[in-house]
């Protein structure tokens, strides 16, 4: 794990004794909902440093953890891995809350909460902008090449070399070359949001196949889908510019046939 999340959960924990004591034991799993939507919910530049230490995190799903209405069909790749921080914290709370007898059990193991605090209403859900991050802005005037234009330079320069051989068939080459320049591993990802924290806003939006992944994709799986249809667009432009690979009215790169659909992660 983490160590920055570690010392993270060791703090919430800490003030969740703190705020429990203080309130003689009331309202413990409203309080510590609170706490871990207080607390939990990171912000890019927060967040990011963590997968760079625990790239496992870029495994999470949203499963059914997403409370925020207007992320739940669609929710960015940080409020996934954020929702299941703070999932895995709630339950890491409810069991201190068991062991100081501040909650209790029925007979078959389901929580059981006082009347007082059944008629609290439900904190709020958690909202993040992950479309902001310092981080990001300031790698951005750093000489040198970052880890993703490296990528997309790598992916470009073996394109050239081989559209020499293959003018005809530039569309299926520039897939071909994506998909073996595409980084699925999170080991290969975290630094990448490390870099550019604002890879945590990107979402699924259809872009990663449903069947495969049921419908729930992992965090890591959707940023791999959008790095792969970056390097696609840039490949199939390069052929425009190439004259191998015809265009609209817009300048819009047209795939041969009725075939329009970008890649699809598999």
Same mark, same amino acid.
């Given at each position: 794990?983490? *160590?920055?999340?570690?010392?993270?959960?060791?703090?919430?924990?800490?003030?969740?004794?703190?705020? &429990?004591? *203080?309130?003689?034991?009331?309202?413990?799993?409203?309080?510590?909902?609170? #706490?871990?939507?207080?607390?939990?919910?990171?912000?890019?530049?927060?967040?990011?440093?963590?997968?760079?230490? /625990?790239?496992?995190?870029?495994?999470?799903?949203?499963?059914?953890?997403?409370?925020?209405?207007? @992320?739940?069909?669609?929710? !960015?790749?940080?409020?996934?891995?954020?929702?299941?921080?703070?999932?895995?914290?709630?339950?890491?709370?409810?069991?201190?809350?068991?062991? $100081?007898?501040?909650?209790?059990?029925?007979?078959?193991?389901?929580?059981?909460?006082?009347?007082?605090?059944?008629?609290?209403?439900?904190?709020?859900?958690?909202?993040? /902008?992950?479309?902001?991050?310092? +981080?990001?802005?300031?790698?951005?005037?750093?000489?040198?090449?970052?880890?993703?234009?490296?990528?997309?330079?790598?992916?470009?320069?073996?394109?050239?070399?081989?559209?020499?051989?293959?003018?005809?068939?530039?569309?299926?080459?520039?897939?071909?070359?994506?998909?073996?320049? !595409?980084?699925?591993?999170?080991?290969?990802?975290?630094?990448?949001?490390?870099?550019?924290?604002?890879?945590?806003?990107?979402?699924? /939006?259809? &872009?990663?196949?449903?069947?495969?992944?049921?419908?729930?994709?992992?965090?890591? &799986?959707?940023?791999?889908?959008?790095? +792969?249809?970056?390097?696609? !667009? *840039?490949?199939? @432009?390069?052929?425009?510019?190439?004259?191998?690979?015809?265009?609209? !009215?817009?300048? $819009?790169?047209?795939?041969?046939?009725?075939?329009?659909?970008?890649?699809? #992660? $598999?």
């Amino acid at each position: 794990m983490s *160590q920055l999340l570690t010392r993270l959960i060791e703090r919430v924990r800490a003030d969740y004794l703190v705020l &429990m004591e *203080q309130d003689d034991g009331r309202y413990p799993y409203t309080t510590a909902e609170k #706490i871990c939507n207080e607390r939990l919910y990171l912000s890019a530049d927060e967040l990011a440093p963590i997968i760079a230490e /625990d790239p496992t995190l870029l495994a999470a799903r949203r499963g059914n953890l997403i409370a925020s209405e207007s @992320e739940r069909e669609n929710p !960015s790749v940080g409020m996934i891995i954020s929702a299941n921080i703070a999932a895995a914290m709630m339950e890491g709370l409810v069991d201190v809350a068991l062991e $100081h007898g501040w909650l209790t059990v029925d007979g078959d193991g389901r929580l059981m909460l006082n009347a007082d605090e059944l008629k609290l209403p439900e904190p709020l859900a958690a909202n993040v /902008d992950y479309s902001v991050s310092e +981080t990001a802005r300031e790698n951005l005037v750093l000489p040198g090449e970052s880890r993703l234009t490296r990528v997309m330079n790598s992916a470009e320069s073996a394109f050239v070399e081989r559209l020499g051989d293959e003018p005809l068939n530039a569309y299926s080459l520039a897939l071909q070359i994506a998909s073996e320049y !595409s980084l699925f591993a999170p080991d290969d990802i975290a630094p990448l949001v490390e870099e550019n924290p604002l890879l945590l806003g990107l979402r699924g /939006d259809g &872009m990663v196949d449903e069947e495969m992944f049921e419908g729930d994709p992992p965090a890591g &799986m959707i940023v791999s889908a959008h790095l +792969t249809q970056m390097v696609v !667009s *840039q490949l199939l @432009e390069l052929a425009v510019e190439r004259g191998v690979l015809g265009s609209d !009215s817009s300048g $819009h790169p047209l795939p041969p046939g009725d075939d329009s659909a970008g890649p699809l #992660i $598999h």
